[in-house]
């Protein structure tokens, strides 16, 4: 069956190291989203792309990065890890714009 | 961006009772979807419904995009329906990103 999944699931990591989550998604689907999940903020959004060489940035991308070579993979990469950004991710992905998006199981990232 | 407000902000339920969570959504929207997120952290999707009424099983949900709201039904709950529920909501104004609503927290006891 055709997924998307997200590693690691769980990761500790130092202030200042520099820390890549990955995305992939086996449906082909052109549109994929990274999004961090707060107690008292719900998920916001941080980065996102609608095909291969396109990214966007969301309403939280200070301190966060993405790259879309190809269409199964949107890797986020944390530049310089800080303890703000101790959080749970979910990656997602939607065939085309508008239409319903599927989430990964997330990953637990902890900035010591 | 689009404001989303869900209500109630947390629910607590007898096994079998019914209960209709709400969401209200700022501006016209060309995408409305329902999520369960269990006790494990996964998000589970319930609907994709812009527009009009779906069931499926115990939930429903019905979507006035007209007047800029949508309503989650759960029937005969069940403990394995506690949880988080978001409506997330996305609009060509919005570049079509989904936007969360902070959730309903929904305990159902036996």
């Known amino acids: 069956d055709a997924e998307i999944t997200q590693s690691p699931r769980h990761k500790i990591t130092e202030t200042g190291r520099q820390v890549t989550l990955a995305c992939h998604q086996t449906w082909n689907h052109n549109n994929m989203f990274w999004y961090r999940q707060d107690l008292g903020h719900g998920l916001r959004l941080i980065h996102y792309?609608?095909?291969?060489?396109?990214?966007n940035k969301g309403e939280v991308s200070d301190g966060y990065s993405v790259s879309r070579s190809n269409t199964e993979d949107l890797p986020l990469t944390l530049e310089s890890a800080a303890s703000s950004q101790t959080s749970v991710y979910f990656c997602a992905s939607s065939e085309v714009v508008g239409t319903e998006a599927f989430f990964g199981q997330g990953t637990r990232l902890t900035v010591v | 961006g689009i404001q989303v407000e869900q209500s109630p902000p947390d629910l607590i339920l007898q096994e079998g009772a019914n209960s209709t969570l709400r969401c209200n959504f700022s501006d016209s929207v060309n995408n409305l979807q329902w999520f369960h997120q269990n006790p494990w952290g996964q998000l589970i999707n319930l609907f994709y419904?812009?527009?009009g009424t779906k069931q499926n099983g115990r939930l429903s949900a019905t979507t006035v995009a007209t007047e800029r709201y949508s309503l989650l039904y759960i029937s005969s709950s069940q403990t394995t329906d506690s949880g988080v529920y978001f409506c997330a909501v996305g609009s060509l104004l919005n570049d079509y990103k989904l936007s969360f609503g902070a959730g309903t927290t929904v305990t159902v006891r036996a």
């Open positions: 419904i812009p527009s």
């Open positions: 792309s609608y095909g291969v060489q396109d990214t």
